[in-house]
């Protein structure tokens, strides 16, 4: 089953901040004080976003950029087996290396190791993807695969505040 969160906050510049999505984790991983961010098309621009983002929000960002395949498996070991995180963020659409490429390697990894994959593709959820996050009419739209959260031992909210809306699929 396949959830939908939708939270009311109003992004001023890309239609999911690296903010968004490391509080979007946050809230799905209460004590997630470490994620981990797996990209090989991420500018320097977005990795001191990220790292400043985290910052502000008490989360240590630790960062894989992988050049080829076997990067992938490489970088997921040392975020996972070696660094204890159990929340990585896919923050690029565009990126096929990981995103097309590495996607099958890396849900059938995180599956086995119970770690979350948060994207920004919707369509990836249905696949085993933790979480897609989206910006929709100004609010921040969270898809997530609640068989995952349950797998991983993530809270997904059934109730919250005025601006928050929990509608399942």
Do not use: H
Request: with cysteine; aromatic share 4%; glycine share 10%.
């Amino acid at each position: 089953m396949v959830a939908m969160v939708m939270l009311a906050w109003v992004s001023g510049a890309a239609a999911q901040s690296t903010g968004q999505q490391i509080g979007v984790m946050k809230m799905l991983m209460p004590g997630t004080t470490t994620v981990g961010v797996l990209s090989s098309t991420m500018s320097e621009k977005k990795v001191e976003d990220l790292a400043r983002a985290g910052a502000g929000q008490g989360v240590k960002v630790v960062i894989g950029r992988p050049k080829d395949l076997k990067d992938v498996a490489t970088f997921y070991r040392k975020l996972t087996a070696e660094g204890g995180i159990k929340l990585i963020l896919v923050p690029e659409k565009e990126d096929d290396l990981i995103l097309s490429a590495s996607f099958d390697y890396l849900r059938e990894q995180a599956v086995g190791d119970k770690v979350g994959l948060c994207v920004l593709d919707e369509g990836l959820v249905a696949k085993g993807a933790l979480c897609a996050v989206t910006l929709v009419e100004g609010k921040v739209k969270v898809i997530v695969n609640q068989k995952m959260a349950a797998l991983i031992g993530a809270v997904v909210p059934t109730e919250g505040s005025a601006a928050s809306m929990f509608v399942a699929r």
